[in-house]
């Protein structure tokens, strides 16, 4: 993130965990622009996320697209340099976000991020070491699915899941898990992912795209900024 230039992207330490500073990058276009909150590296053995977003700062395929920016590069550095899901309390950090939940200093830095902003579009890249192949989550209070343009544009570089379960969750369509967020699916989930809280607090749309550890890693992170570019493009 050295490399940035700050024309572009301010770059700052939101705080420290575990030794490790915790960096946030912006950038502000237009008041009236659309917004996005991207995020990656929750899992810490999950690295093609960290490199997609590292990847995307560096390109300038972000200029093609007129949205104001608030990233997160890494939201666990603890667990990404030692190649753990967890940070070093051993936790999940993506089950920290209930409103009565507040575990980890990573989901405090984020609960802090989020606080009065409201986000067009949530964003957060992930791995599933179990998966078989690429596959998208998706919520959308306007249901202007993209999930099926995305996973068409992604399917050039990587293969498509064509599990009928995946992660657990009955899919909508081939790669694709659409889900209606509502508060009644949330109460009833006693530990809250980050897309919970961003859903019903902060975020219109949700995705959260997910690729298998078992391709390249150039492939994986290029599968996710296809994605990403699908998305802010649409
Ligand atoms: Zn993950």
């Known amino acids: 993130m ?7 992207w301010q770059v700052s330490t939101l705080g420290e965990v575990w030794g490790y500073p915790f960096l946030v990058t ?4 237009d ?3 659309p917004t996005i909150l991207l995020t990656a590296g929750m899992h ?10 590292l990847c995307w700062l560096a390109s300038d395929r972000w200029k093609s697209y007129h ?23 051993r936790r999940d950090i993506n089950r920290q976000f209930r409103k009565d939940q507040d575990d980890t200093p990573e989901a405090s830095l984020i609960r802090r991020l989020i606080r009065k902003r409201q986000f067009t579009v949530s964003m957060e890249f992930h791995e599933d070491v179990d998966a078989s192949g690429f596959y998208l989550y998706e919520a959308r209070r306007d249901r202007a699915y993209l999930g099926e343009k ?3 544009a992604v399917e050039r570089v990587v293969p498509i899941n064509q599990d009928p379960v995946i992660d657990g969750a009955e899919r909508t369509a081939v790669g694709l898990i659409r ?5 009644h699916e949330a109460r009833r989930r006693r530990r809250w992912p980050m897309a919970y809280r961003l859903y019903l607090g902060h975020a219109d749309n949700i ?12 492939d994986r992170a290029e599968a996710h900024q296809i994605a990403l570019e699908v998305v802010l493009g649409s």
């Open 2 to 8: 050295g490399t940035l230039s700050p024309d572009d």
């Open 26 to 29: 912006r950038r502000l276009v």
């Open 31 to 33: 008041p009236d622009a």
């Open 44 to 53: 810490g053995e999950e690295p093609a996320g960290v490199e997609a977003v």
């Open 67 to 89: 949205w104001n920016w608030l990233v997160v590069p890494c939201i666990n550095p603890f667990g990404w340099e030692r190649n753990r899901r967890t940070n070093a309390q």
């Open 150 to 152: 995305v996973l068409a």
């Open 179 to 183: 889900r209606d967020l509502d508060g």
């Open 207 to 218: 995705y959260g795209s997910e690729t298998t550890i078992s391709e390249p890693l150039d």
